[in-house]
């Protein structure tokens, strides 16, 4: 069975930079996009560091409270920080998510809700 991921970065080097060191994972349909600024308001993220079995904190002086991209993005702004303004969308054998995810909490990257569950 595959499984979706979305990773949320403020910058396009990063989310492909990922994007290259999960190839060793089996995943596929990978894609980096832009976010578009309207398209925010309903996804719930975290940093990846702070994935675990309980709260998220903060990392590198960003949020680590659950809250929308939007959201995340008017305090990152308001603190004169970099948007989360690009995703890595991609698909990964179910069997590979600990691994995958393990890799991700390595970056300053944004993840959905869901991934923590």
Avoid: C
Avoid at 11 to 36: H, T, Y
Avoid at 58 to 84: C, N, V, W, Y
Wanted: aromatic share 6%; glycine share 10%.
């Amino acid at each position: 069975m595959t499984i979706k991921m979305s990773v949320y970065f403020q910058n396009e080097n990063d989310a492909e930079s990922l994007s290259a060191s999960l190839k060793k994972f089996g995943i596929n349909n990978e894609r980096v996009e832009r976010v578009p600024e309207d398209g925010s308001k309903e996804i719930v993220v975290i940093p990846a560091a702070g994935i675990s079995g309980g709260s998220a904190t903060g990392q590198g002086g960003h949020p680590g409270i659950f809250q929308s991209l939007s959201k995340l993005r008017e305090t990152m702004t308001a603190d004169k920080g970099s948007h989360a303004d690009y995703v890595l969308e991609f698909e990964a054998p179910e069997e590979n998510k600990q691994a995958i995810v393990e890799k991700i909490k390595q970056t300053e990257g944004y993840v959905t809700k869901d991934m923590t569950e």
